[in-house]
Nanobody, 124 residues
Framework: QAQLAESGGGSVQAGGSLRLSCAASGRYAMGWFRQSPGKERVFVASISWVGDDIYYADDVKGRFTISRDSAKNTAFLQMNSLKPEDTATYYC?????????????????????WGPGSQVTVSS
């Protein structure tokens, strides 16, 4: 079972930026999903362990950037040009495949349950 330590998030005005971090206990593909109240949890972005395979949801392309420090088993989600509709709880996940994270719905991590998540609130 993967151990994930999430950090970051917060509150910003529309157009602002935030950064999320997720440190894993081992070598995994990593990614983020988000869930707004009353809505399903949906894919945001994922990255392979090596960092050469990256996927984004259509509504965040060009605004969000996922990256990682493989030496530290840590992934980052840089969120720019934030919109009120980006408001959600963001959850980090670990998997064997960044592609699987981007295409499997509903998504279930093969390495364990979801963490507490990071709240992102964007005001207009």
């Amino acid at each position: 079972q993967a151990q994930l330590a999430e950090s970051g998030g917060g509150s910003v005005q529309a157009g602002g930026s935030l950064r999320l971090s997720c440190a894993a206990s081992g070598r995994y593909a990593m990614g983020w999903f988000r869930q707004s109240p009353g809505k399903e949890r949906v894919f945001v972005a994922s990255i392979s362990w090596v960092g050469d395979d990256i996927y984004y949801a259509d509504d965040v392309k060009g605004r969000f950037t996922i990256s990682r420090d493989s030496a530290k088993n840590t992934a980052f989600l840089q969120m720019n040009s934030l919109k009120p509709e980006d408001t959600a709880t963001y959850y980090c996940a670990a998997d064997r495949s960044a592609y699987r994270m981007s295409t499997t719905s509903p998504y279930v991590s093969p390495f364990g349950s979801w963490g507490p998540g990071s709240q992102v609130t964007v005001s207009s």
